[in-house]
C-alpha cells in the first residue's frame, strides 16, 4: 500500500518563529488533506488541496501541492502558542482508503 | 464542529467485556472510517463503510466488527477487551469513499482496566 513520510517528526521552536513541515508519498495523490490534532481530540482539517501545483491559504497557514503529486508541505507563520500540537498529513488512493502521514509534533516556547 | 458526532466520549471497561460505539456521520456524507489511535500513535486504520457496505478493512482485530446502518449511522463492536486495546477511537466519513475531504468526530476514548 501506499506510505506517507512525514517530517520531520517534532519541532521545538520560539513564539513567532515560521514553521515548515512536508509529506512525501510513494504513490501519486489526487488529494492533499492536511489537519492538526490537540492531545485528546479529534483531527481537525486546515486545508485541501486538489490541484498539483496548488498553493492555498488559512490564515497564518499556507500548503502547496507538489507538482510531482507526490508531495506537499504545510507552513506556519509568526507561531503562536495555540499552534501547538499535532499536524497530520493525508490523502486518499484510488479505491476507498485515506493515508496517513506518522505526523509532526510541535512544540511552541512563549 | 465537524458534523460528525461519537458517543460515547469516554468508556472505561474490564478487561474481557464487549463495549459499542456509536457514529453519525456529517450530513450527506455516505462514507464512514474507523481509526484506532493509541496513545501518542498516529491513526490506524480500521474499517470503511459506504452507503450501508463494507469496502475497505485496515488492521482491524476479529474481535473487533462494525456495520453501517441504512440511516448511514454506524457502530463500532469490541469484544473480549484486552488492556491493550485502550485508545482512541475516532470515526470520520467523507461523501464517497477516498473522495474530497475527510472529517473526524471528537473520538472515543476507552479505557480497559
Known amino acids: 500500500g501506499q506510505q506517507l513520510n512525514q517530517s520531520p517528526q517534532s519541532m521545538f521552536i520560539q513564539e513567532g518563529e515560521d514553521v515548515s513541515m512536508n509529506c512525501t508519498s510513494s504513490s501519486i495523490f489526487n488529494t492533499w488533506l492536511w489537519y492538526k490534532q490537540d492531545p485528546g481530540e479529534g483531527p481537525v482539517l486546515l486545508i485541501a488541496?486538489?490541484?498539483?501545483?496548488e498553493l492555498t491559504s488559512n490564515g497564518r497557514l499556507t500548503a502547496q501541492f507538489g507538482i510531482t503529486r507526490k508531495d506537499s508541505f504545510l507552513n506556519i507563520s509568526a507561531s503562536i502558542p495555540s499552534d501547538v500540537g499535532i499536524y497530520f498529513c493525508?490523502?486518499?488512493?484510488?479505491?476507498?482508503?485515506?493515508?496517513f502521514g506518522s505526523g509532526t509534533k510541535l512544540n511552541v516556547k512563549p | 464542529d465537524s458534523g460528525v458526532t461519537q458517543t460515547p466520549k469516554h468508556l472505561i471497561t474490564a478487561t474481557g467485556q464487549r463495549v459499542t460505539l456509536r457514529c453519525s456521520p456529517r450530513s450527506g456524507d455516505l462514507s464512514v472510517y474507523w481509526y484506532q489511535q493509541s496513545l501518542d500513535q498516529g491513526l490506524q486504520f480500521l474499517i470503511q463503510?459506504?452507503?450501508?457496505?463494507?469496502?475497505a478493512k485496515g488492521n482491524i482485530l476479529e474481535r473487533f466488527s462494525a456495520q453501517q446502518f441504512p440511516d448511514l449511522h454506524s457502530e463500532l463492536n469490541l469484544s473480549s477487551l484486552e488492556l491493550g486495546d485502550s485508545a482512541l477511537y475516532f470515526c470520520a466519513s467523507s461523501v464517497r469513499p477516498g473522495a474530497g475531504e475527510l472529517f473526524f468526530g471528537e473520538g472515543s476514548r476507552l479505557t480497559v482496566l
Open positions: 488541496l486538489y490541484k498539483a501545483g
Open positions: 463503510y459506504y452507503n450501508g457496505e463494507e469496502r
Open positions: 493525508a490523502g486518499p488512493d484510488n479505491f476507498n482508503k485515506f493515508y
